[in-house]
């Protein structure tokens, strides 16, 4: 009832009133103006928060939040009133724009007791750090906002296109397996033999009896891709994440271009290299100072490496104590030790070679590492964002629809319509793909680096997998310096970090608010809400996130989008033409 009240208060906010004030008379009480944007959902959201306040600890201190709601960004709004005398006492911060008003805003390290961010997971919270003028974002700097919202990434997938190619969809976490091989249900109520399916169903996010793909680069035992053969058994399991040569089995099984019966135009979409970097340990930023001397790094061709289960890896440069699963930072990959100066040069031979006091240097030999169990080699950053771009673009797949294909509509579009099958997107998409596709889809985990012990079909042994990973959008809370009433605004924010998630969840809000580990299965309102739980703990904050604004990102995505993934230029000449431009472009953001 009070999710639908909320609403309702927020279509007369949108129809014309300036503000809302919470329920209750303000007269007498020091009064805090809280300014947030967002679509209708997340304004009925922060409008609950409000109200809960204001009726509870409010009331106690007689302190009142008056809600100042926008629709959409407020971002242009905060950019004219932050640096005056006009601007909110509290703010909602979008993680996009959030650096670029730090030097506004007032240092809550002091302010919010630390013991009350430790239950968010440490992704949400740490994105919210920053020293404005080293331009870095570690644990130990300064505080300038509380999550609030965490909108994650998850993959969509149609239920229908899948079936209509031949593919079962089932739902069996790799725990229940063997229940399920013995008669048991997976989560949709459903035994093998209601399916129809004999034998064992591998580990495997989607598993092709006869013919699975394999990248030409990588073929050994003769498969490449082929349409269905007769007989064929083919199962996606949306409790198990497919590796890369899955996913693009199932996107080529979907796409008209490679096969005939696809319903589907298109069988795969994504617009973000996020999580296939992010799982072997890459990243487009790469700051090897730790001080804020940022490199762009996408054309890193220097493997990585992760901790193998069971063991612990002390990072020669960075003393770093690294635990199994995870994965070593580049500094700690370069052969350097503590105290050596390292930086980087490009050259017309090679798009990125590292330097150690000046001169030119590689990776660590990690050999006996290897040899000895404690590490494994993952692909380099490079091989791992070649791979998104092998989506489209030349000698491409061609899965995924030219980025112009969404002017004047967009990808949630394309999805509810039946023109693709499968789309990783945000998780706040849910309420709209329900509405339009009732129960013809699902949620699945992101697609995740990963390799079997052989090529059989039915091998789900893991030799080797990189780590789970998402993005997401988030929001914080963030008080201004020129606040005249801080204490009030103090009083509110710590509440907001103490019980803000818990209120949220008690009123229908589980899928935005599970950014704290105690607000489980039970709290979140999504469909397949293990998966998404596990999207919400890995989730990291995009790259508009890292530096003050997008500007830097243009210097390359633009290119990317508008050239590579149309065909119109090769990845090789792309990654060397943009390094420099992008580098002297962060360089610009050091004070």
């Not at 290299?273 to 001080?291: I, K, R």
């Not at 780590?467 to 310096?481: D, E, L, P, R, T």
């Amino acid at each position: 009832m009070k999710k639908i009240i909320s609403i309702l208060l927020t279509l007369v906010i949108l129809a014309g009133m300036a503000s809302l004030t919470a329920c209750g008379n303000s007269s007498g009480k020091v009064t805090v103006t809280f300014m947030y944007g967002g679509n209708m959902n997340m304004v009925s959201m922060y409008n609950v928060l409000i109200n809960k306040f204001n009726d509870t600890v409010g009331a106690e201190k007689n302190i009142f939040v008056q809600g100042v709601p926008k629709s959409g960004s407020i971002d242009n709004i905060l950019s004219q009133q932050l640096p005056s005398n006009s601007g909110p006492d509290v703010v909602a911060l979008g993680d996009d724009y959030f650096k670029k008003y730090t030097k506004y805003l007032v240092d809550l390290t002091s302010v919010v007791d630390s013991s009350l961010l430790e239950d968010f997971y440490p992704e949400i919270s740490s994105r919210y750090h920053y020293d404005i003028s080293k331009t870095t974002s570690n644990a130990e700097d300064p505080l300038y906002g509380v999550p609030v919202y965490n909108d994650t990434t998850v993959l969509y997938y149609n239920k229908t296109a899948l079936e209509a190619v031949g593919v079962i969809c089932i739902s069996v976490p790799q725990a229940d397996l063997e229940a399920f091989h013995n008669g048991g249900k997976d989560l949709n109520g459903k035994t093998m033999a209601d399916y129809g399916i004999e034998g064992t169903v591998p580990a495997k996010g989607f598993y092709r009896s006869l013919y699975p793909y394999m990248p030409a680069k990588n073929e050994t035992n003769g498969y490449s891709w082929a349409e269905p053969g007769t007989g064929e058994v083919m199962i996606f399991n949306d409790q198990i994440a497919m590796n890369w040569d899955e996913i693009e089995d199932l996107g080529m099984l979907c796409t008209k271009e490679w096969n005939k019966n696809a319903k589907t135009q298109y069988g795969y979409y994504t617009e973000w290299w996020f999580n296939y970097g992010w799982s072997v340990g890459g990243n487009c930023l790469e700051d090897l100072s730790g001080n804020g001397e940022w490199t762009f790094a996408l054309q890193s061709d220097t493997p990585n490496y992760i901790v193998n289960e069971g063991k612990t890896y002390t990072g020669i440069y960075t003393g770093t104590v690294y635990q199994a699963g995870e994965t070593l930072d580049l500094k700690d990959v370069i052969n350097a030790a503590a105290g050596d100066d390292i930086g980087y040069k490009t050259d017309s031979k090679t798009y990125f070679t590292y330097t150690v006091n000046g001169a030119d240097a590689g990776a660590r030999d990690f050999s006996a590492d290897v040899t000895a169990g404690t590490l494994s080699q993952l692909p380099s950053t490079k091989e791992a964002f070649s791979r998104f771009a092998y989506l489209a673009g030349i000698g491409g797949l061609n899965v995924c629809p030219y980025p112009s294909a969404f002017n004047g509509t967009s990808s949630v579009t394309y999805f509810t319509s039946g023109t693709l099958a499968l789309l990783v997107e945000q998780i706040s998409n849910q309420e709209t793909i329900e509405k339009t596709m009732a129960d013809d889809w699902g949620i699945a985990p992101l697609p995740q680096y990963k390799v079997y012990t052989s090529n059989k079909p039915e091998d789900d042994q893991v030799a080797l997998q990189g780590k789970s990973a998402a993005h997401s959008v988030g929001y914080c809370v963030s008080i201004n310096q020129k606040t005249s009433v801080k204490d009030a605004a103090t009083e509110f924010v710590t509440w907001l970090a103490e019980n803000g998630q818990k209120v949220l969840a008690e009123n229908g809000y589980g899928s935005s608010c599970a950014s704290q580990k105690d607000l489980a299965l039970e709290k979140l309102s999504v469909k397949n809400p293990g998966v998404v739980i596990d999207a919400i703990a890995t989730s990291k904050a995009g790259d508009w996130w890292y530096m003050p604004d997008r500007s830097w990102i243009d210097t390359w995505a633009n290119p990317l989008n508008n050239k590579v993934r149309y065909g119109e230029m090769e990845l090789e000449k792309f990654l060397y033409a943009y390094i420099e431009e992008s580098n002297q472009r962060l360089a610009e953001y050091k004070q």
